[in-house]
């Protein structure tokens, strides 16, 4: 990481950042403020430190996407502990490999260094780490949230989970919505990964409400996984079904070799993917002409002309030398709700973990609180843990990406 051009960056956007963040900078002589009640300070009138524990794959196939929640996550703890505020985060950051065994493992050790301090776990990444963790933080007591695990069993039949990113069954139904009123597809192809959660969970609920709502789906192909490196077969399915129009609810890697593989067979539909497809255009070595055109539904758009996103955008890019894409941005937000949720609580200096999970369950699902970030304005929790913020439509045209 780049610290000094980060720093530089932090400090430029420190105050935007406390007008946006939900505690507020005082100084020594002000009172606490509606939006930083006393109950958040200890009895020396210091500052509460949580502990924030994250997880997700920084090395093997999936890295891409742990280590996109992690830099996201970073910028914005270094930009709360800056404001000034009665709530800052210790935050460390644990590598699951992808892996659901490796995942209980950095949730171990997460709590090994949190010992007897309160701890929020961040994570996982991906669907299947984050399955097996979050059956360890029902059963111990640690409230968690996930930037991008999507699947609906991530948080089932457990009330301290949350999802900051859409669910799969949501996704799916909202791209077909899509697809219903823009009109686009006379004929509909579908491409997904049989073995992936987040793939099936999204073609699944696609396939299934495109038939309610009058889609014409021709021809729906499969491959066992993400390191599959020839799609020919599923792209002439498609293709001799007719399909102008093909839907990817996959991940950005496999993603880019279908695109390349559909130019060398001239077969030229128009694409359409979920937001496990954002981050493609910052591939080394990618061709960017292939995705033009390509449509994708993503919470975030890093050509967002707002301040936040701005600033985020500037700082990350600072720091890493890439766009930051929308699991950035989800972990960006993570923070952030965590943050303004943990200014809301009184009393949460004497907390221990359990209380302050029991305290942020009752926060998440009371349906007052709200947060606005880089993903969404106004987003809210169901007590399902499944977030309410809506997806937007980007296309790409010339290397970027423009709101539809």
Request: glycine share 10%; net charge negative.
């Amino acid at each position: 990481m780049k610290k000094k051009n980060l720093a530089a960056l932090l400090m430029a956007g420190a105050m935007c950042m406390s007008l946006l963040a939900g505690c507020s900078a005082k100084d020594e002589s002000s009172q606490p403020s509606a939006s930083q009640p006393a109950g958040q300070e200890n009895q020396n009138g210091g500052v509460v430190t949580i502990k924030v524990g994250g997880i997700g794959p920084t090395t093997g196939n999936n890295a891409q996407y742990g280590t996109a929640t992690q830099w996201g996550a970073e910028i914005a703890v270094e930009e709360i502990n800056a404001l000034g505020g009665p709530i800052k985060f210790d935050f460390k950051y644990e590598d699951d490999t992808g892996a659901a065994d490796t995942a209980v493992a950095a949730y171990n050790s997460l709590k090994d260094w949190a010992k007897d301090a309160p701890l929020v776990i961040y994570g996982c990444t991906t669907t299947t780490p984050c399955v097996a963790v979050a059956a360890e933080t029902y059963s111990d007591r640690y409230f968690q949230l996930t930037p991008s695990a999507s699947s609906p069993d991530v948080t089932a039949n457990k009330d301290n989970t949350f999802q900051m990113c859409f669910t799969d069954p949501g996704q799916g139904s909202a791209a077909a919505e899509y697809l219903k009123s823009s009109g686009l597809g006379t004929k509909i192809g579908v491409i997904y990964n049989n073995g992936d959660a987040y793939s099936t969970g999204i073609a699944d609920a696609f396939i299934a409400h495109a038939k309610e709502i009058g889609l014409d789906v021709v021809a729906t192909s499969t491959y066992p996984e993400d390191t599959t490196t020839d799609y020919t077969v599923q792209l002439n399915a498609c293709k001799d079904a007719g399909a102008d129009l093909v839907f990817l609810p996959i991940y950005y890697t496999p993603a880019s070799l279908i695109l390349a593989q559909a130019k060398q067979m001239n077969y030229a539909p128009i694409f359409f993917g979920g937001d496990g497809m954002d981050g493609m255009l910052d591939m080394d070595g990618f061709d960017k002409s292939l995705a033009e055109g390509l449509l994708l539904m993503t919470p975030f758009n890093a050509s967002g002309t707002d301040e936040r996103t701005k600033t985020f955008v500037e700082t990350y890019q600072a720091a890493h030398g890439i766009l930051p894409n929308q699991f950035a941005a989800d972990g960006y937000d993570c923070m952030y709700a965590i943050y303004e949720a943990c200014c809301q609580i009184d009393g949460i200096a004497d907390m221990d973990h359990a209380q302050l999970c029991d305290a942020l369950i009752a926060l998440f699902t009371g349906g007052d609180f709200s947060v606005d970030g880089l993903t969404g304005t106004g987003m809210k929790w169901l007590t399902t843990g499944e977030i309410s913020k809506a997806p937007v439509v980007v296309k790409v045209e010339n290397g970027g990406y423009v709101t539809q």
